[in-house]
């Protein structure tokens, strides 16, 4: 008899994330991350090249993707807040 050892599964355990990076609008650089809230309900945006930062109202069905169009369509019409962060810790010497 005697039952063979389990055979070990490989699990993998991958984070559902897809990495979300957009186009800026104000510098043209692929350096938009969107980020969504866990009550779904306030998404971040953030440029890590020019600092630029917005939050956004969104319904809890929305994607990075679908938040992103959303700014965009904002922005380009003037009604979105925008602010720019600049980051503290530069690395310039
Ligand atoms: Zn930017």
């Known amino acids: 008899m005697?039952?063979?050892r389990k055979k070990y599964k490989k699990i993998v355990?991958?984070?559902?994330?897809?990495?979300?990076i957009f186009q800026?609008?104000?510098?043209?650089?692929?350096?938009?991350?969107?980020e969504i809230n866990k009550e779904r309900t306030k998404a971040i945006i953030q440029c890590g090249s020019c600092?630029?930062?917005?939050?956004?109202?969104?319904a809890p069905i929305f994607q990075p993707v679908d938040v992103y169009g959303k700014f965009i369509d904002m922005y380009h019409s003037g009604v979105?807040?925008?602010k720019f962060v600049k980051s503290e810790e530069a690395e310039e010497t």
Do not use: D, M
């Open 80 to 82: 979105a807040e925008v």
């Open 24 to 34: 800026c609008p104000h510098c043209g650089r692929i350096s938009l991350t969107v």
């Open 2 to 4: 005697g039952r063979r």
């Open 51 to 58: 600092g630029l930062q917005s939050e956004l109202e969104i």
């Open 13 to 20: 355990k991958r984070v559902r994330k897809i990495p979300s």
